[in-house]
């Protein structure tokens, strides 16, 4: 992963990679994710990011302002460091998670019906279009099209799980499934026919081949497969 202290960026083996010029306004970094790939960031203040596959995070080289704002696309988890005089904000597709030190999982890709967050410990508090939602341990919130804040009970190793490399399918419709395959594997996907209307179960490792995959979910759901090259096609 890659450490950001005292403007100075390298691995965190401690190998540089570079410096940023000190000056009262601090610079903005881009970090992104391509398909198949995961990546930790270390923050400015400490903070510790994961960034799950074709993802982005946009954060400053130092923070100087009151509040430490970060920009998500995609997905990922933080590990935020306590600080009460500075929250750690971090806006993403039409919302503001607002914390002071906690854990919290955030999905937010533009291709998925809802932003989803999921704490898993301290407190957040989630704002969209006006309103707010003040989430608890175990609690995960869902805003969808009409920015309304959703709040229900979660599985927070599922919310979780590709943190630890692995995909968990739990009562899953076939292109939130075929969503999360695409976006890891870097493949195109194809509906034959009419959408399989099954839900799909189970649990395999990210480094799994997808034709692996592919098997797990004919097994459990009521779905086809064919690969061609970097397509799937998908039919009842």
Known sequence: GIVIKENQLSYNDGSSLGSVTKTPIAEMYSAYTA?????????????????????????PSSFTEDSRVVSLNGEAYFKVFKDKSHPFIVESKGQRVKVLGTQFNINSYADEKAI???????????????????????????????????????????????????????????????????????????????????????????????????????????????VKGRTIYVSK
């Open 116 to 226: 989803k967050t999921t704490l898993i410990e301290g407190s957040v508090q989630v704002n969209s279009a006006g309103k707010v939602a003040v989430l608890k341990p175990g609690q995960q919130s869902s805003i969808g099209t009409d920015k309304t804040i959703m709040v229900s009970e979660a599985d927070t190793t599922f919310a979780t799980a590709w943190k630890n490399n692995k995909f968990i399918f739990e009562n899953s419709d076939i292109e939130s499934v075929m969503r999360m395959i695409q976006r890891w594997y870097n493949v195109d996907v194809v509906y034959t026919g009419s959408l399989p209307d099954a839900s799909f179960g189970g649990k395999v490792s990210r480094y799994t081949n997808v034709s692996q995959v592919l098997h797990v979910l004919e097994v459990t759901g009521g779905a086809h497969f064919r």
């Open 35 to 59: 398909a198949g790939n995961t990546y930790m960031i270390t923050l400015p203040d400490g903070t510790q990011v994961w960034l799950n596959s074709a993802s982005q995070l946009d954060f």
